[in-house]
């Protein structure tokens, strides 16, 4: 038999303790290397659509918040257009798309400004929630977790989401939806057990 | 973004998530299986970092944390390779970034207690970006193993971190790079969180003695594999459209 030509992935491997050092290195205090860390600012004033704050944090198995995470996210702009190569042509140049943000090193929680995002097509021409998708890496965790992150507030969009539509276990899909609060959104990650957050292989 | 949806991430071939070995892994392990979808738009995009951002020392630990005319002190090698997809076509403009603990083991963060002393040249992060046939290269010292709070006397390899952007975010990678001939490797708690010797046999860089500067740097080479994309031959539309 002939053998298929196909190289393997690369193995995944925890980010480690330490990975501020060489993702974050201004925030964990290595500074002049480079001049700002990637992801840090995620739209401009000038960008179209709500501005929001979303904070959030980490939780293990026992209910303690990691204070070593990185979360990164990727989103489209308030028109559902990703900015970089999305096939579709350019997105509002105010806005990155992509943020990247440490827990706090006490309360392990962070805080991130964007604009809500529109809602993206799927390929037969339905459309999707709003949604953010968050990856997450820390010590502990040997593969990065991708889940995506809803708002409570578009229940209408939402009960049409092709994806949220695959969860078979609909008491879950609470973990995924971040909850409006003081002119902001709240979103928590829990790692394992009560309220186990949804997360995907993509 | 280019054609074809992505292939699906082999996930026996990865660490799964609980790996009791590696403790840290225990309370932060999903206990739930993954929800699998066929990637979207949202999955099949990615950010794209430009050249631009890239300062001159970007890509060179010796110097870029360094007082002028100093340099890092430690075995001076070079890392060199390419970003692949599993197709084994290379990745262009793939943002790798790498980081370190210096020659004595010691990285330079606050939550690090080791003994061991900083060494006030060396900083311990760097990146690059992928030229047109997905190759990188950079240049640093060779960093020393260092313990860690496992089990009693547990001591990670010699290691490189590395954190890769494909063309898209469900491509995204963060691995580790080992040392060809290093003891510690088979005998790491989380080295041993991938099920395979083959898989692990992926990360250890060799000795390339090709590309190593004569009386300056010895060279190691690195290839990273990302995920590939199908070519699209048949596409599964609904009739009519």
Known sequence: MQTLPYLKETASQTAGPYVHIGCVPNVCGITGVYPDDLGQVMRTDQAKGPHITVTGCVWDGTGTPLRDAMIEVWQADANGVYPGNDPRGPADPGVSGFGRFAGDPETGEWTFDTVKPGRVPMPDGGLQAPHVTVWIVARGINIGLHTRMYFADEEEANAEDPILARIEHKNRIPTLMAVPQDGGYRFDIRLQGDNETVFFDV | ?241
């Open chain 2, 1 to 241: 973004m280019s054609d074809g949806p992505l292939f699906s991430r082999e996930r026996t071939w990865h660490p799964p998530a609980f790996t009791p070995g590696y403790k840290t892994s225990v309370t932060r392990a999903p206990s739930r299986a993954l929800v699998s979808f066929p990637p979207t738009l949202s999955e099949e995009t990615g950010p794209v970092f430009d050249h631009d951002v890239l300062g001159p020392l970007d890509n060179d630990l010796l110097h870029n944390f360094a007082a002028p005319g100093e340099s890092a002190i430690g075995q001076r090698i070079i890392v060199h390779g390419r970003v692949l997809d599993e197709t084994g076509r290379g990745v262009p403009n793939a943002l790798v970034e790498f980081w370190q603990a210096n020659a004595g083991g010691r990285y330079r963060h606050k939550k690090e207690g080791y003994l061991a002393p900083l060494d006030p040249n060396f900083g311990g992060c760097g990146r690059t970006i992928t030229s047109e046939d997905g190759s990188y290269h950079f240049r640093t010292v060779k960093p020393g193993p260092y313990p860690w709070p496992n089990g009693g006397n547990d001591w990670r390899p010699a290691h490189i971190h590395f954190s890769v952007f494909g063309a898209s975010f469900a491509q995204r990678l963060i691995t580790q790079m080992y040392f060809e001939g290093d003891p510690l490797i088979w005998r790491c708690p989380i080295v041993a969180t991938i099920p395979s010797r083959e898989a692990v046999e992926q990360l250890i860089a060799p000795l390339d003695m090709n590309a190593t500067i004569p009386m300056d740097s010895r060279a190691y080479k690195f290839d990273i594999v990302l995920r590939g994309r199908r070519a699209t031959l048949f596409e599964n539309r609904p009739e009519g459209t």
